[in-house]
């Protein structure tokens, strides 16, 4: 784990993190979050949808930028305040997907940070797109 206090931050610095989607995983985040939307979990309704085959849920795949803001970038210490999100490109079972998230603009008065958000598949297609406002640590916090 990390932890950048707002005065440590620059607009570009970045953090990344990669992780490859596999079925056990989505049949356990459907069970924590409760989210048993069969186009997740049944191959015969998945076919039946415009996907032709099961999805990832969108929210496990935006978790990945709340694993790098909580332990990478800004990291330890860091409260969210504001996450949007846009699901540009279906996540299907062993995407291997890539999340960066970037500082954007630094409101130091404020102590928060825009960070943008951007998850990409191994192919290099785009598939969520979103913005976070975090609070930062000040210095001399941890």
Do not use: W
């Not at 459907?30 to 099961?54: C, M, W």
Request: include cysteine; proline fraction near 3%.
């Amino acid at each position: 784990m990390s932890s950048f206090s707002i005065d440590q931050i620059f607009i570009g610095q970045h953090s990344t993190l990669s992780k490859t989607f596999y079925e056990a995983d989505v049949y356990m985040f459907a069970q924590v979050t409760g989210d048993k939307n069969p186009v997740h979990l049944d191959d015969e309704y998945a076919k039946s949808t415009i996907f032709q085959q099961r999805i990832v849920h969108g929210f496990f795949v935006g978790s990945m930028f709340s694993q790098i803001i909580g332990n990478s970038f800004p990291g330890l210490g860091t409260v969210y305040t504001f996450q949007s999100l846009k699901f540009t490109k279906p996540v299907y079972f062993g995407d291997t997907i890539t999340a960066t998230v970037s500082a954007k603009e630094l409101l130091i008065e404020k102590n928060r940070v825009v960070l943008e958000c951007v998850a990409h598949n191994q192919e290099g297609q785009v598939v969520l797109i979103g913005e976070a406002f975090v609070m930062p640590t000040k210095k001399g916090d941890l």
